[in-house]
Each structure stands twice: as structure tokens, then as C-alpha cells.
């Protein structure tokens, strides 16, 4: 049987466009008003009696239906002032069987404060929405062909990461910072089978304690002050199917690893302010440039969430260890830098290259890069030479390479004085290395932040 509009009784349809659209207004081709629903007559203060059957004009504010009646062109999105405000419809021409016949219009907003608060919802969703979007395209792109390096030590490293990617085991990653834990983090999440669900990085050095739960965990709505409407769900749920990466693991705050303990022996979390627990299916792969064994020795660490963690463990090389994949990893980094300075043909000199080796890099990698930013942004040519190296590579020899008998005569000073000296020269090295950022250069040194401001302080730094 064929079953058509027709089949629908008349109160039905009527019902059918009152939910469809709140306030609509129908007309025929000479703008006579020939359908109008009460929600539109309450709008415009009138009734469905009085208003059908007569032109538009009459009954509706700075209408233009009549003229999309004549001529057949849409009007989206219109501004539209009635009774002392602006409201916004949309008016459609009706075509049936090729004819023009008249015009359907619709009010989508009564006020600005209706637009507005749409729009407010609307943004933030959109925001919301780019900033998953963007954090998911960009953070989960190497593979471990951008693991550059033939040493046998980083071989080692990235065979084994290869080889486990495919398991769903945490793994534990330990190197210097600026060995490139990340991108191994990036490479073991796109080698396994969890590929094509989302990375999400945490470090969870440089978020606020106090913050640190409500991002891993998410909360409720209303759970504290200034918490957003509606909640907000963690990161860990933000990685349901994918990967958490948790860099910086050894600077998590004691009362946090017990709240993760739980998290990867249940497989679940609680939002804060929340009741029920939320399961989630999130490998875990946690990195540190911190001895969490003495850590563990020193109470500072959970030892049962050192073993959940350290199923498989995987040492990166620092680039001191291997100085022979230095021209390897600065031809990447220079393709990498020519791109964003638009200089594709730079290339290294020999003696820049021999200097490079020699380096102690405590830095490791990241050095590497900023040390070759640096040189990009004075070179001159397509050849990178060594006066385009900052000035600690420079003298280079002067600080490493002088043989004890060959120094000049140095007067001795006290050692509380030498030993301060030397702290300031450290400090505003680690600082030339990381280009002043002074977390980093912490990190270098090994030492607290709020030490190493100390420091900064009393040497005027």
C-alpha cells in the first residue's frame, strides 16, 4: 500500500511543524497569508483568526515574505526588527511542480540574547571540539622511521620498542631529558593496534598539583568553584582505546601515584564530585629522566606503581653515547628547521661536525635543535661554520680540550668562592642550552625548580 503526506491527518501535520519549527509563517505568491501557527501569533501578538487571510504586511513587522514570494530567492539567516528588537529568520520560496507559489518563513531567533546565547553554547562546543581535533592530528604523526640513529645502543632501544608496540603493557621509558622519549612514546602508540585512536600526552611536571587530578580524572558538574557547566571529563577517558602518555612520571606528587595505582589496576576512573566509575581501555606509557629506583629507595615513589609501570622498561640513549648518529640527526633537524625558515639547502661544515662530536650535549637532542635554530637564524650562506655556533661550542677547546700543564696560572681562591662560580657558570650554560627556559634547565641540572630560582636569585641571574 502507498502511504503518502495524505495519510497523515491534518492535526498531526500541524503538530508535526509546530515541533519542527517553533514559529512559522506560510504565504501564497501576492503575500496573503495563508498558514500561521500560534507560536508565531503569540510572538507578534496576535491570533491564527485574525491574521490568515490577510497580507502579510499587515500582520508581521518589516516583513519581506511577499517579496521572496516574488522573487523566488532565499533570504537565510535575515535580520528582522519587531516589536523593539531584532530577531532573525529565514525565508524560503515554495516551488511546487516548477511553479513559484508563495513562501515559508521561519523565526529561528525571538531576540539577541537568544542569538547569543546560542551562539555562546555553539562556541564552545566548536572550540571544544578544534582544540580534541587539533591535539589528536598533531600530537600522534612519528613513526619510529623519524627515530634517526645507527649506534648499537639506540638499535637496541628502538628494535625493543618496535617489537612491543603491538602488546597493550605499559611501558616505562627512561633517558635524559631531550632524548626524544616522546617521539619513541609517539612511534609505540602508531605500531600498535591502537593506532587509530587517540595519543594524549600529560606532563605532568609542568601542571599545578592542585589541577593535576580534575585533568587526568575529570569532574562533575558543580564539583568546585569555577568548575565548567556540565563537567568535564579527564584525559584519561579523553584516551579510551588509545594511549596516555605520562611524561615526567617521577614528578607526580605522592597523594596522585596512589589515585593512578587504582586507575591501572581497576581500569576505571572517578571524576571528582562524581559517583560511579567510568571504565576505560587506556595503554599506559609513563617516561622519566629521574632514578625512580632510588626513588623508590627514598620513599618519594610508590614502589607498587614503579612495578605496574615498569613492565617493560626501555633506556634511551643520551647523545654523548652516541656521537656517531650526530650528522645523521642534524641533516633531520636542518630538513626540519628548512622548512620553517625557508632554507632547504643548509648543510654543516666538517669542523662544525667534528665540534658537534665533541660536544658533552647535556642537553641531548633538544640542544641539538636549538643549537642548530640558532645557527640558522645568523648563517649568511648554505654552510653552517663554526662562528655561526653559539659561543660556548666555540671555545669549546678552551673549557674541554686544555691539558692540565698547558692552563695558564690560575690564582686560588676560596673554595665556598670557586665552588659559587662554578654554580653560575652552570646555571647560565644550562640556561644558553635551553634557551632560557629555566624548567628545562632545571631539569638539567637536576635540581627543584624552586631551588633553582633560589639560585637565579642569589647570582643575579
Known amino acids: 500500500m502507498k502511504v503518502g503526506i495524505e495519510q497523515i491527518p491534518y492535526n498531526w501535520l500541524e503538530e508535526v511543524i509546530n515541533l519542527a519549527a517553533e514559529r512559522i509563517v506560510i504565504v501564497d505568491s501576492q503575500g496573503i497569508i495563508k498558514y500561521i501557527n500560534t507560536a508565531y501569533c503569540e510572538f507578534i501578538g496576535t491570533t491564527v483568526e485574525d491574521a490568515i487571510g490577510r497580507h502579510v504586511n499587515e500582520v508581521i513587522e518589516n516583513t519581506r515574505m511577499h517579496i521572496v514570494a516574488k522573487t523566488g530567492q532565499a533570504e537565510m539567516a535575515a535580520v528582522q526588527r519587531i516589536n523593539g528588537s531584532e530577531m532573525i529568520a529565514n525565508r524560503f520560496p515554495l516551488v511546487v511542480e516548477g511553479e513559484l507559489v508563495g513562501a515559508l518563513g521561519t523565526v529561528m531567533f525571538r531576540n539577541p540574547e537568544e542569538w547569543r546565547q546560542y551562539q555562546s553554547k555553539i562556541q564552545s562546543l566548536v572550540e571544544e571540539l578544534k582544540y580534541y581535533k587539533n591535539r589528536f ?3 600522534s604523526k612519528y613513526n619510529f622511521d623519524d627515530l634517526i640513529g645507527s649506534s648499537p645502543a639506540f638499535l637496541a632501544s628502538k628494535r625493543l620498542a618496535a617489537r612491543i608496540s603491538s602488546s597493550h603493557s605499559s611501558v616505562l621509558l627512561l633517558g635524559e631529558s631531550g632524548t626524544g622519549k616522546e617521539l ?8 600498535s593496534s591502537r593506532s587509530a585512536f587517540p595519543f594524549v600526552p600529560i606532563n605532568c611536571a609542568s601542571i599545578p598539583e592542585h589541577l593535576l587530578e580534575s585533568e587526568l580524572f575529570g569532574y562533575e558538574d558543580g564539583a568546585f568553584t ?14 579510551h582505546h588509545g594511549t596516555i602518555f605520562l611524561d615526567e612520571i617521577g614528578d607526580m606528587p605522592l597523594s596522585m601515584q596512589s589515585k593512578l595505582l587504582r586507575v591501572l589496576q581497576e581500569k576505571e576512573v572517578q571524576r571528582i564530585g562524581g559517583q560511579k566509575s567510568i571504565p576505560v581501555d587506556v595503554r599506559v606509557i609513563a617516561a622519566t629522566h629521574r632514578d625512580l629506583d632510588k626513588m623508590v629507595e627514598e620513599g618519594t615513589f610508590r ?14 640513549p643520551p647523545l654523548k653515547k652516541r656521537t656517531e648518529d650526530i650528522p645523521f640527526i ?16 643548509t648543510v654543516l661544515s666538517a ?14 637532542i633538544r640542544e641539538l635543535e636549538n643549537v642548530l635554530e640558532r645557527a640558522i637564524n645568523v648563517l649568511d650562506g648554505e654552510t653552517i661554520e663554526i662562528h655561526h655556533l653559539p659561543l660556548y661550542l666555540r671555545d669549546l677547546e678552551v673549557d674541554h680540550y686544555i691539558q692540565p700543564q698547558q692552563k695558564p696560572d690560575i690564582p686560588v681562591k676560596p673554595l665556598k668562592e670557586t665552588l659559587a662560580l662554578v654554580e653560575k657558570q652552570a646555571i ?4 644558553e642550552v635551553t634557551d632560557g627556559n629555566k624548567l628545562e634547565a632545571a631539569k638539567l641540572l637536576e635540581i627543584g625548580k624552586t631551588r633553582f630560582y633560589e639560585k637565579c636569585k642569589l647570582y643575579g641571574i
Open 137 to 139: 592530528e598533531k600530537e
Open 184 to 191: 619513541f612514546a609517539h612511534a609505540i602508540h602508531n605500531g
Open 226 to 239: 569555577g568548575a565548567k557547566k556540565g563537567g568535564r571529563k579527564g584525559q584519561f577517558q579523553a584516551a
Open 303 to 316: 614502589q607498587d606503581l614503579y612495578y605496574r609501570l615498569n613492565v617493560i622498561k626501555i633506556e634511551i
Open 330 to 345: 642534524s641533516e633531520s633537524l636542518l630538513t626540519k628547521l628548512g622548512k620553517r625558515f625557508h632554507r632547504q639547502s
Open 351 to 364: 669542523d662544525v661536525i667534528d665540534r658537534l662530536q665533541k660536544h658533552k650535549w647535556p642537553g641531548n
Open 428 to 431: 647560565l650554560h644550562a640556561l
